[in-house]
């Protein structure tokens, strides 16, 4: 049976939405165990939340700053995200971006209030990867425009490479899906290119593995292998494992993604943007797309980043 291809509005939409409803829906697990999906999804039935956390309220933010400014702005982009949490503390923002927020509000520059971080190493943390897929819209999905405005984006808080990578990794990956038919999507395919965005052996080993547990049967041990965990290396992989392994349903990639424990949220956020850019929004739940926060708000973002001269 043929189907119709998703348009690109509607997978930009989706990108959005599903950033925000992994991150709402996957919150009340953060710091858990890993558990059953059976068990995740009778959960997500019984008591859905809907309201997001940092994840998705910087990935709000950056998108608003992209559209403010027509593209890049470092200075603005974060004096927009300082702003922002100023305005909303309780998001339940990692320890890092506030300390560079006061940094950057006190006069030091955007570009090197965050190399002091964790005794001059900078931040691996994910928290440029979970916020970067409106990116992917922002540049048409032409992965080295991608790559290069990914970067940019995490280095106003993450500039420990592997905090870089990661958020490149994740809008690459966001690029490509924003562009592929879930019916002839090859995973092997996207694997390769986003190896050649991955500089450091730690996410090389990670794709790796990611495309060797995409040929087993069960998924059982995704979440030994690929980590759950708050840093960049320990969630994007298992991320974009979500939404590979269940590349038909967003609500599998998401439940599934959860289901990891940990990082949970995080991992949901950036899962749920990548199987939103591959179905589209009408793929989504309905009662998830109608109930979680901001959704109108989400819907305008996804609309204007993708009419934005690529960024
Ligand atoms: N050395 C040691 N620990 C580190 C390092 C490092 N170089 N970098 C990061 N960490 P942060 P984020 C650890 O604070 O990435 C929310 O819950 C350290 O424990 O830069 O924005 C979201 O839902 C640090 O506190 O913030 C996400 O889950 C932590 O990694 C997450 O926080 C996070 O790095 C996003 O956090
Ligand atoms: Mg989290």
Request: hydrophobic letters at 45%; glycine letters at 12%; aromatic letters at 6%.
């Amino acid at each position: 049976m043929q189907h119709a291809p998703v348009p690109a509005p509607s997978r930009a939409r989706g990108l959005m939405l599903g950033a925000a409803i992994g991150d709402a829906l996957g919150a009340p697990f953060e710091g858990g165990p890993s558990a059953s999906t059976g068990h995740v999804a009778a959960e997500l039935d019984r008591r859905p939340n809907y309201r997001f956390t940092d994840d998705a309220h910087m990935l709000i933010g950056l998108a608003e700053s992209l559209l403010a400014r027509g593209g890049f702005d470092g200075d603005h982009m974060a004096h927009h995200f300082a702003r922002r949490y100023d305005a909303e503390p309780w998001r339940g923002y990692g320890s890092g971006p506030p300390q560079i927020f006061r940094m950057v509000q006190s006069g030091t520059p955007w570009d090197q209030a965050p190399a002091s971080l964790f005794g001059g190493s900078g931040s691996f943390g994910n928290g440029g990867a979970m916020r970067v897929a409106p990116v992917a819209i922002a540049t048409g999905g032409d992965p080295a425009t991608t790559a290069d405005l990914a970067a940019w984006t995490a280095r106003i808080t993450h500039t420990h490479p592997l905090g870089v990578e990661g958020a490149v990794i994740q809008a690459v990956a966001a690029a490509f899906l924003l562009h592929e038919d879930s019916a002839t999507l090859d995973p092997a395919r996207l694997l390769r290119d986003l190896q050649g965005h991955a500089y450091d052996e730690t996410f090389r080993a990670k794709l790796a593995a990611v495309e060797e547990l995409l040929q087993e049967a069960a998924d059982a041990r995704a979440g030994a292998v690929l980590g759950n965990g708050i840093a960049a290396h320990e969630s994007v992989p298992a991320a974009i494992y979500a939404a590979l392994r269940h590349p038909g349903s967003f609500q599998d990639a998401v439940t599934f993604a959860i289901s990891l424990g940990g990082d949970a949220d995080t991992i949901a956020c950036m899962a749920g943007a990548l199987s939103g850019a591959l179905l589209g929004e009408d793929a989504i739940p309905p009662a998830w797309r109608d109930n979680v926060e901001d959704a109108e708000h989400l819907r305008s973002l996804a609309e204007r980043l993708g009419q934005l001269p690529a960024a």
